[in-house]
């Protein structure tokens, strides 16, 4: 028995990456899945190698047509709407702040912030008569901690967190649950896409960004699309019945704190620097 037996679930990015894991994670478990994209053909293969329960609908999620379209699709093909998960993105514009463009703010907080408003936003119409309903958005470690991606990619996941919150309290009256899940470091096409490489060549690189990955965080694993899946599983399920407007890290410790190794060798130099400045204040004594 799935996790997702009898449930239909609309995924947005899900032609690659964490999307894609997702997607397959859920037909697995049993869901009728509505995979969306921009990326046509990718995103139809991957509903046509799923087979029954899967359906490609294209929706640019910075249209609200597309995306009003998109929850009205998944109702009527498979009957319901019970999962919607906001998860199509890219970094955007990366500069310094006094160099980055009005347009690049413009384009990258219709696609990270504006998308996932929209998205709630239909997901909750379609859901709010049957009175039950689960909305998961990707959101990012970014949108809690500074100095892990762009200034307003990490501005817009902040706000991706908060809009969760907030959204939660209304919907939870409705018995629609509201939640987001943060990545950390995933090898995902995101990197390869923000140094201007073409989708095909960002999903080849991905799988070579492991060795780079192992040491970004505590625990020792290169993380990878299914943990994440994995997480948004969880949440879109019942076995998270009782969990509403939560963001989940997913990130192998990236952000709890300084690693153990780290304090340590911290500590050792803190023990040398006190041992030298005392020997130094011990030879400048009067009489020494």
Request: proline fraction near 4%; aromatic fraction near 6%; charged fraction near 15%.
């Amino acid at each position: 028995m799935g996790k997702l037996d009898g449930k239909v679930a609309v995924v947005t990015g899900a032609a690659s990456g964490i999307g894609e894991a997702t997607a397959r994670l859920f037909h697995a478990e049993g869901a009728a899945v509505v995979l969306s994209d921009i990326q046509d053909e990718r995103g139809a293969g991957l509903a046509a190698e799923l087979g029954e329960r899967a359906a490609y609908r294209r929706a640019d999620v910075t249209s609200e047509d597309d995306l009003a379209a998109l929850a009205d699709f998944a109702a009527a093909r498979f009957g319901a709407l019970d999962i919607m998960f906001n998860n199509a993105g890219a970094q955007g514009v990366s500069a310094p702040i006094a160099e980055t463009s009005v347009e690049g703010f413009d384009l990258t907080v219709d696609l990270l912030l504006r998308s996932v408003f929209l998205g709630m936003k239909h997901a909750a119409r379609v859901m709010s008569p049957r009175g039950a309903g689960s909305i998961v958005s990707t959101a990012s470690v970014a949108g809690l901690r500074t100095g892990h991606a762009p200034h307003i990619y990490s501005a817009c996941k902040a706000a991706v967190i908060h809009l969760t919150h907030s959204v939660a309290m209304e919907l939870a009256e409705q018995g629609i649950r509201v939640n987001c899940v943060c990545p950390g470091f995933i090898a995902t096409g995101i990197f390869g896409n923000a140094f201007g490489l073409p989708p095909e060549a960002s999903r080849a690189l991905a799988p070579l960004m492991a060795p780079m990955q192992v040491n970004a965080q505590p625990l020792r694993h290169a993380g990878q699309p299914a943990d994440i899946a994995q997480a948004v599983l969880w949440l879109a399920s019942d076995d998270a019945r009782f969990v509403t407007g939560h963001a989940l890290v997913v990130d192998g410790g990236l952000i709890a704190g300084r690693s153990w190794t780290e304090y340590q060798r911290l500590r050792e130099s803190l023990a040398q620097g006190i041992q030298m400045a005392m020997g130094q204040a011990s030879a400048a004594a009067p009489g020494a």
